[in-house]
Structure formats: C-alpha cells, structure tokens
C-alpha cells in the first residue's frame, strides 16, 4: 500500500468511528425506554429494574477497569471487536424474558444501556484512538461532534421507540407483545453485527504508537504520578456518576410512566427531545471551552443543570417536569465533550487508553449501585429523593472537579 492510500484510510479513522457510535447510540437510545416499559408490562417491579440495570453496569464497569491497564497491550480494534461478538452473543437470550436470573446474566455480560448513552469499553477505546488522530483545540472540537453525533443517535434511538409505542398501541392496544419483543431483540443484536462489521475495517493507524518500552520487548507501565491523577480523577468521576445513577434514562422512564402516566409513544418524544437539546450543546461546548477554558465549561454548564434537575420532581404535571428536564439537558451535557478533551491533555500519549479506560469505568462503576437503590425510593413514598439526591451530589461533584484540578497544567503540544 502506497503512502498516500495509508493517508486516506487513515482519514476515513473518523468516519468509520462516528458510523460504529452512530450504530450504538440509536441502539442504546431505543432499548433503554422500551426495555423498561417491557418489563413494567410484564410485571417486573421497579426495584427489580433497577437491580437488572445494576447488573449492566456492575458488567460495564468490571470490564473497563480490568482491560484498562492492557488496551494497547491487547490491541485496541481487538477489545472492540471482542466486546461487539459478546453483545451479539449475548443478546438474543433476553427472548427468555420471564427468567430474571438468566436476565441478569444478559445484563452483566451484554451491552444493554440502561441510560441510552455508552456502556462497555467502547467509548474509552474510542477516546484513545481519536487522541491519536488529533491534537489540541481540534480534539476538542472532534470530541464535540463526536459526542454531536452520540446523542443525535440516541434521540433517534428514542424516536424509533416512539414509533414501536405508535404500532404497538395501534395493532395489539395492549402493549408490546412477545412477537414484537422479538423482532426489537433481533433489531437490537443487527445493531451489534453492524457495529463489529465497521470495526473490522479499522487500520492499525489507530493503535497506540509504539514506544520505547514496546521496542525493548517490554510494556509501558503509567508513572506513580500518572496512577495517582488517573485515581484522583476517577473518584471524582465515579462521584458524579453514582449521582447520575439515580436517575439513568430507564428510571426516568419508569418515573414518568407511573408519576404522569405518559405512554410509550410519548416517552420515545420526550427522550428525543432531552438527546436532540444535548447534542446541540455538545457544539456550544467546544466554543465556549476556547473562550472560558475547559475546565470552567464543565464546571460552570453543570451547576445550574444540577439546580434544574432538583426542581423536577416538585412540579405539578408532566408538561412543567417535561420543560424542566428539556431545559436541564440544554446546559447538563456540555462537559461530557470538554471532560473528555480536559482528560485527555492531563496524560502522556501512551498512558491516554489507560486513562479513558479506568475513568470510564469508573464512572460505569459509580452508576452500577445506584440504579437499584433509585428504583427502592420510587418503590416507596419517596419518588423525588433521587432527584434531590443527584442534583446535590452533583454539585459537589463539580465544586470538588474545580478546586482539586484549577492549577493542573494540560499538555496541547504533542504532535501527530
């Protein structure tokens, strides 16, 4: 191959990654509101959702953070390839719907998003791989639109359940049955084949680049100093994560679909709406972050979102909890982009998929316990502690981010 064929498959590296998250996120969108009403219908209580969606991300976070340490070790495109066979794999046995064991088991060791965004290794590998395709303020912006792209996908996803909920309530009247349960099952295990089918086409260029540890026949080991800010950070992280498990997508659902009694053609309109005014942020981010600095975007965006986010719960009817939560969403997701471009500037080249594997998976393992304990509050009288729970965790969250790493110095000069 001449260099100039490596040059243009190198540049198609994006593409292909934007089309296997776009493949995902609609996938993860679209399961994670139909999935519960599913189960609300088959009589699944919403303490046992909970703990099925504790499963999924106890699974998600175990993952992350054991193949953190060995993701160029083992090969980036090999770890996406191999999580994409175990979704496929996996997926199909959710058709024995009424064994909750065999459920759970689905849960921990698939890809099923109980929040409609990422779950599993794939972001974090992701992340590393556009690191080294781009630098500085260009990463930033290409972590934007990836993430543009993510929830354009996932509000897509949600559309595409609303339209389940339009079929369903028009040719059965009663709901989702077995046969289109099993054709979203099929659906949802297609998505998985697609995503590995794109993998596939993957070129080493996104690899780690060989360092002098690699060449010497030994494996790169992140300094003590690197271990100990990767740690810092991810505790944060898994801070605010345990804060956002409170109230995932599917517990949102479930809440809404109880509180308010909004069906399922409904829920897919309002969950395209929240994903639709997040990707939109995503962009504002970017812009923002050249002006004020990473840092104070993710801080400054997020606090007010966390003041929104307490305020639902207390509102009269579903139309002011709906606006609520739309206006929430307009600021909540601006630091998913810039957290991920400030994270990345923190580190080395070689230490970046040990980085954004153990802060995601730490961030999947903060989420893992909360679900469950979200759905034991809304199981009881007290339907708006999660709320009032996130929120204030959150805000801890981000007063902490501020003042442990104002002063940290980031690293925009490495080059391609």
Same mark, same amino acid.
């Given at each position: 191959?001449?260099?100039?064929?490596?040059?243009?498959?190198?540049?198609?590296?994006?593409?292909?990654?934007?089309?296997?998250?776009?493949?995902?996120?609609?996938?993860?969108?679209?399961?994670?509101?139909?999935?519960?009403?599913?189960?609300?219908?088959?009589?699944?209580?919403?303490?046992?959702?909970?703990?099925?969606?504790?499963?999924?991300?106890?699974?998600?976070?175990?993952?992350?953070?054991?193949?953190?340490?060995?993701?160029?070790?083992?090969?980036?495109?090999?770890?996406?390839?191999?999580?994409?066979?175990?979704?496929?794999?996996?997926?199909?046995?959710?058709?024995?719907?009424?064994?909750?064991?065999?459920?759970?088991?689905?849960?921990?060791?698939?890809?099923?998003?109980?929040?409609?965004?990422?779950?599993?290794?794939?972001?974090?590998?992701?992340?590393?791989?556009?690191?080294?395709?781009?630098?500085?303020?260009?990463?930033?912006?290409?972590?934007?639109?990836?993430?543009?792209?993510?929830?354009?996908?996932?509000?897509?996803?949600?559309?595409?359940?609303?339209?389940?909920?339009?079929?369903?309530?028009?040719?059965?009247?009663?709901?989702?049955?077995?046969?289109?349960?099993?054709?979203?099952?099929?659906?949802?295990?297609?998505?998985?084949?697609?995503?590995?089918?794109?993998?596939?086409?993957?070129?080493?260029?996104?690899?780690?680049?060989?360092?002098? *540890?690699? =060449?010497? +026949? !030994?494996?790169?080991? &992140?300094?003590? #100093?690197?271990?100990? %800010?990767?740690?810092? $950070?991810?505790? @944060?992280?898994?801070?605010?994560?345990?804060?956002?498990?409170?109230?995932?997508?599917?517990?949102?659902?479930?809440?809404?679909?109880?509180?308010?009694?909004?069906?399922?053609?409904?829920?897919?309109?309002?969950?395209?709406?929240?994903?639709?005014?997040?990707?939109?942020?995503?962009?504002?981010?970017?812009?923002?972050?050249?002006?004020?600095?990473?840092?104070?975007?993710?801080?400054?965006?997020?606090?007010?979102?966390?003041?929104?986010?307490?305020?639902?719960?207390?509102?009269?009817?579903?139309?002011?909890?709906?606006?609520?939560?739309?206006?929430?969403?307009?600021?909540?997701?601006?630091?998913?982009?810039?957290?991920?471009?400030?994270?990345?500037?923190?580190?080395?080249?070689?230490?970046?998929?040990?980085?954004?594997?153990?802060?995601?998976? *730490?961030? =999947?393992? +903060? !989420?893992?316990?909360? &679900?469950?304990? #979200?759905?034991?509050? %809304?199981?009881?009288? $007290?339907?708006? @502690?999660?709320?009032?729970?996130?929120?204030?965790?959150?805000?801890?969250?981000?007063?902490?981010?501020?003042?442990?790493?104002?002063?940290?110095?980031?690293?925009?000069?490495?080059?391609?």
């Amino acid at each position: 191959m001449t260099t100039d064929s490596r040059n243009r498959r190198r540049r198609l590296e994006p593409a292909l990654l934007l089309s296997a998250r776009t493949i995902r996120e609609v996938a993860f969108g679209f399961i994670s509101i139909v999935l519960p009403v599913y189960w609300h219908e088959q009589g699944y209580s919403v303490v046992t959702i909970g703990l099925l969606y504790t499963f999924a991300l106890i699974g998600s976070s175990i993952l992350s953070l054991t193949l953190g340490r060995f993701v160029d070790r083992l090969g980036r495109r090999r770890i996406l390839v191999t999580s994409s066979i175990l979704w496929i794999v996996t997926t199909p046995f959710l058709l024995a719907s009424k064994d909750v064991t065999l459920i759970g088991v689905v849960m921990l060791l698939g890809s099923i998003s109980p929040t409609g965004k990422e779950i599993g290794i794939y972001l974090g590998v992701e992340q590393a791989m556009l690191s080294r395709l781009y630098v500085g303020q260009a990463r930033t912006n290409t972590y934007a639109w990836f993430n543009l792209v993510g929830y354009t996908a996932t509000a897509v996803g949600a559309l595409l359940a609303s339209v389940v909920g339009i079929t369903a309530s028009t040719s059965t009247g009663s709901g989702i049955g077995a046969t289109m349960f099993r054709g979203i099952v099929i659906s949802y295990t297609v998505a998985g084949v697609i995503q590995l089918a794109i993998y596939g086409l993957l070129t080493p260029s996104v690899e780690a680049e060989a360092s002098k *540890a690699a =060449t010497d +026949g !030994t494996h790169h080991v &992140p300094e003590r #100093s690197t271990r100990r %800010l990767v740690y810092r $950070l991810s505790s @944060l992280f898994a801070l605010d994560s345990f804060a956002a498990g409170l109230i995932v997508q599917g517990i949102l659902v479930y809440w809404f679909r109880v509180q308010y009694h909004v069906d399922l053609t409904q829920l897919g309109l309002i969950f395209f709406g929240t994903n639709t005014l997040s990707a939109l942020s995503s962009l504002a981010a970017a812009r923002i972050a050249k002006r004020i600095g990473l840092l104070n975007t993710m801080v400054f965006t997020h606090l007010p979102s966390n003041v929104l986010l307490m305020l639902i719960p207390f509102m009269p009817n579903a139309t002011l909890a709906v606006a609520i939560l739309l206006t929430r969403h307009l600021l909540s997701q601006m630091d998913v982009p810039t957290r991920q471009a400030y994270s990345m500037a923190m580190v080395d080249t070689q230490d970046r998929s040990y980085l954004a594997a153990w802060t995601n998976g *730490a961030r =999947t393992l +903060g !989420t893992s316990p909360t &679900p469950v304990l #979200s759905g034991a509050m %809304l199981a009881t009288s $007290l339907t708006g @502690l999660p709320f009032l729970l996130a929120g204030g965790l959150k805000i801890i969250y981000d007063l902490s981010l501020f003042v442990t790493f104002r002063k940290v110095p980031l690293d925009f000069s490495e080059k391609n």
